[in-house]
C-alpha cells in the first residue's frame, strides 16, 4: 500500500512538472500584458518647470533642458561677417534667489538650491546676451546685474539695454550716443526662441538708423 502511495504521489509530481513546462514554454508565444511602470522612486526636488513643451520638477533635468533649449536657440541666429557698431550693455536686475519653502533643508539641498535658482534666473539674461553675441553686429557685449541704472561704466558703452519698473513688471529700453531711447517690444525675462530672434533683430535695426 505505503509502495503504491508512493508510486501514485510520483507521477503527480511528474504530472505536475510537465504540465508547468508546457505552459512556460508556450507563454511566450501569446500576448503578454506589461505591468505598469512603477512610479519614479526619486522624489521631486524642486517645483514644476515648463521648459520645450516638457515639465521637469528635477533640477538636474531641468538645468540640461534650459541649456539644449538654449543650444537650438542661438543655431537659429545667423552672424554677421563683420561687427557694425560699438560696445553694447545690457543692465538686468539684480540675481533673485527665492527663500526654500523646507524648514531646516540639509546643507547639500540648500547649496544645490541657490545654485540652481541663481542659474533659473540668469538663463534668459544670459541667452540674450548670447544671442546678440553670436549675431556679430556688435564688437562687444556686455551683461550687468544691478540695481543702480545710472553708473560711471554706463558711459563707456556706445548703446545700452536697461531695465525700468512698472509696477510689477519690467520694460526694456535701449539708448545710443546721440540717439533717443526707445522702449523695447521684446521681454528679456522671456526664453522663446521667436523672442530671441525679435530682439537681436530689433536692437541691430536701432543701432544701424
Known sequence: MTKSIRVLCALFVSTALVSCSTQQTQ????????????????????????????????????????????????????????????????????????????????????????????????????????????????????????????TSSESEADFKIWYRREGTKLSWWIKGRNKGEVRLAENLEQGSAENVLALVANVASYAEK
Request: net charge neutral; hydrophobic share 35%.
Open 27 to 150: 507563454t511566450p508565444s501569446k500576448p503578454s500584458i506589461q505591468p505598469s511602470p512603477a512610479p519614479s522612486a526619486t522624489p521631486p526636488d524642486i517645483f514644476n518647470i515648463l521648459v520645450d513643451g516638457k515639465m521637469y520638477n528635477h533640477m538636474d533635468d531641468a538645468r540640461r533642458a534650459m541649456e539644449e533649449q538654449e543650444k537650438k536657440i542661438l543655431n537659429r541666429v545667423s552672424s554677421a561677417d563683420n561687427p557694425r557698431f560699438g560696445t553694447l550693455l545690457v543692465v538686468a536686475p539684480p540675481v533673485y534667489v527665492p527663500v526654500i519653502n523646507t524648514s531646516n533643508p540639509a546643507p547639500g539641498y540648500r547649496e544645490k538650491f541657490t545654485s540652481f535658482m541663481t542659474f533659473l534666473d540668469s538663463h534668459n539674461y544670459e541667452t540674450d546676451v548670447a544671442s546678440i553675441k553670436k549675431s556679430n553686429n556688435f564688437a562687444n557685449v556686455l551683461l550687468k546685474r544691478s540695481a543702480e541704472i545710472e
